[in-house]
């Protein structure tokens, strides 16, 4: 079930191409609503863009890449993982594979209404997002993975503290909260797992070798160390790694390296 909004919005115009902006809507597997938009084009080929961890279609890395695309005249749709942004559903930590799942509803959304999927690309968590679908579902041509995390039992200790093993098998969950206190969101023992068992170097194995991928990442990344984008290139069969020297993890300073070489990518 799907419900795309009647509005649109016209955006630019290059040439005698006018680009439009539509919200769209649908329903993930679970019933919940996810929240997208979609930037059109003359063509119907699609790139699907994917936020990170708490982020959303806003992010703006998110908003660059689709201001990058628009100007070449491809058409890309951005939209919020369930749980995340306007759509339905309750925040999680873990969530890889269920974030999978809301991926392929808005690739058959779209395949379904005649649009050809023709790369999809995730920031982050959702560069491993993207990978994961490669690995379950073999109907994408190109996968761009920006900054993701091979090395998911890392980079846990920096945002639960050093005694989060113990503390979660006492208490059942931890509450993250900010500088100031606030609550910010809650790890359970279930959701932590989810990502402690979610394996990237098995699941980028089977990545069909038919399948581009390209993994870049900034060479003084912040969040995600940067020997990640190796345990990516060593693993799966059809690789391109592109470091992006003095990036971090948002790019900052950087978008224009970072939309160049995926789109060069995009268009061997």
């Known amino acids: 079930m799907h419900v ?4 649109k919005v016209p955006v630019s115009q290059k040439g005698r191409t006018l680009l439009v902006e539509k919200s769209v809507q649908l329903e993930n597997k679970y019933g919940e609503k996810l929240v997208g938009i979609l930037h059109e084009s003359h063509s119907k080929e699609l790139v699907i863009l994917c936020h990170g961890f708490r982020s959303s279609k806003e992010s703006r890395t998110l908003l660059k890449l689709a201001d990058a695309f628009k100007e070449e005249e491809i058409a890309v749709f ?4 369930s ?6 559903g309750s925040f999680q930590f873990g969530n890889y594979w269920k974030e999978v799942d809301d991926l392929r509803a808005v690739i058959l959304h779209f395949s379904s209404q005649g649009w050809k999927i023709n790369a999809i690309i995730g920031h982050s ?6 990978l994961l ?4 579902y073999h109907d994408v041509p190109m ?3 920006i900054s993701g995390r091979f090395y998911l039992g890392k980079g ?10 113990e503390r979660i098998k006492k208490d059942g969950f931890i509450d993250v909260r900010d500088e100031s ?3 910010l969101y809650r790890v359970t023992e279930e959701s932590l797992m989810d990502r402690l068992s979610t394996d990237m170097h098995s699941s980028c194995t089977l990545i069909d070798s038919n399948c581009r991928v390209l993994t870049v990442h900034g060479s003084k990344d912040e969040i995600v160390p940067v020997e990640n984008a190796t345990g990516f290139a060593n693993v799966i069969p059809n690789h391109e790694l592109r470091i992006l020297d003095g990036a971090n993890h948002r790019y900052s300073g950087h978008f224009s390296e970072l939309s160049s070489c995926i789109l060069e990518f995009i268009r061997e």
């Open 143 to 145: 996968v761009v993975n």
């Open 181 to 183: 206190g606030g609550h």
């Open 156 to 165: 846990i200790e920096e945002r639960l503290g050093a005694d989060f093993s």
């Open 133 to 136: 679908y490669a690995s379950s």
């Open 83 to 88: 749980g995340n942004g306007e759509s339905g």
């Open 78 to 81: 951005r939209f919020d993982f």
């Open 125 to 130: 968590k959702g560069g491993n997002v993207v």
């Open 4 to 7: 795309d909004t009647e509005g």
